[in-house]
């Protein structure tokens, strides 16, 4: 009696099992494939970029001068390359071994930024005391 | 196997977690980014050159700007347009800026539809957005020809500092290549897609490879970096 209750029980179990497994190897052909995501996410971020080129031209529409110009530009532009980067070439989903090898070295180009920012007031600072006509 | 595919569709198997996995990746003693096709990462790789060859661009352009002497023309009022009387600075960027940012989201939906095997949507969208690039190279050889017409050359403009002409040649120049390059390379793979290619696995007439849906990902990624190049133009030359 019990055993019979079992082994219906059992059957049971292994037939949803099978069932499942059959559900995901079907929608696993098309799922596992690829880079998956709902479409509303790409849209919900494709409207972000919107946005915030829309801020960017408003920063220079309104004629916003100073620190606080550059903050909002270097804000914005930031916050676009992150999402396109992220979401759009899909690096947030990638292998942090791959992430890491893209994403560390353009950092690194501040370095060089930062040495050509000193190398270019050197020259500026020549220039204003050999060629006259200074702004 | 299929529950742990199913939970994390993105993560193979075997992928360790942090900093940890990352070591091991790198000291496998076989190639590093397991399970990243060769395709993706060699895309990846080529477009990490690209993003030094626009950074010594950006440099030099930089460089020069701030060591000029003359005074930098606005480029805020070097591209206004006079539009129905009004006159609207920076308008013509700002369009072509909305245009390449659209068409990066028709990318990435052809993507997502390229993976779900959809031809007809996936062709369609990537064809929307070669249209979007092609609209974009117009809008910057009419920006070009009147910048041309007012007396900007790589040599000098009429507005101060002589290094405007080839730094603004120089960096758009190459963007626009870049846009062109994408565009032919959309239409060629929309092509494939239209005809199923991808489908019956049909070998490329060149390295006669079989061709996956995973080409749409990989033209995605060139094309989403030429709009990420933008980005950076937009900010450092237009704005600044």
Not at chain 2, 22 to 35: G, Y
Not at chain 2, 115 to 139: H, N, S
């Amino acid at each position: 009696m019990t055993n019979a209750a079992v082994h219906v029980e059992g059957q049971a179990t292994q037939h949803a099992l099978h069932t499942y497994v059959h559900d995901a190897v079907a929608s696993g052909a098309t799922h596992v494939e690829g880079q998956q995501h709902p479409i509303k996410l790409y849209l919900v971020v494709w409207g972000w970029l919107f946005v915030l080129s829309t801020c960017s031209y408003l920063v220079d529409f309104f004629g916003i001068h100073g620190h606080l110009r550059w903050s909002l530009i270097l804000l914005f532009m930031v916050l676009k390359a992150g999402l396109i980067v992220a979401v759009f070439m899909h690096m947030a989903w990638e292998r942090l071994a791959l992430a890491y090898a893209i994403l560390l070295p353009p950092v690194l180009v501040l370095v060089f930024v930062a040495i050509m920012v000193f190398e270019s007031d050197y020259t500026h600072l020549l220039r204003v005391m050999f060629f006259a006509s200074a702004s | 196997m299929t529950e742990t595919t199913l939970a994390t569709p993105n993560a193979p198997p075997g992928t360790i977690p942090g900093w940890r996995g990352i070591a091991a990746d790198w000291a496998s003693d076989q190639r590093a980014f397991k399970h990243v096709s060769w395709g993706k990462a060699m895309m990846w790789i080529f477009l990490l050159s690209d993003t030094f060859i626009f950074s010594c661009f950006l440099l030099s352009y930089m460089t020069a700007r701030m060591s000029t002497t003359v005074p930098w023309p606005n480029p805020s009022e070097v591209f206004a347009l006079n539009i129905a009387g009004q006159h609207v600075p920076l308008i013509l960027i700002a369009i072509m800026t909305f245009i390449l940012i659209s068409s990066s989201g028709t990318m990435a939906m052809a993507v997502n539809f390229g993976y779900r095997r959809d031809r007809v949507k996936t062709a369609a969208l990537m064809l929307a957005t070669a249209a979007f690039g092609a609209t974009f190279v117009g809008m910057q050889a009419f920006e070009w020809t009147k910048l041309i017409m007012e007396g900007v050359r790589p040599w000098g403009n009429p507005w101060g500092a002589a290094q405007f002409g080839s730094c603004f040649f120089m960096i758009t120049g190459f963007h626009g290549t870049h846009v062109t390059i994408g565009v032919i390379f959309l239409i060629a793979i929309a092509r494939k897609v239209w005809r199923g290619d991808f489908d019956v696995e049909r070998r490329g007439f060149f390295t006669s490879r079989k061709g996956h849906y995973e080409i749409v990902e990989i033209t995605g990624l060139y094309w989403h970096f030429v709009d990420l190049v933008w980005v950076f133009i937009f900010a450092f030359f237009y704005l600044w």
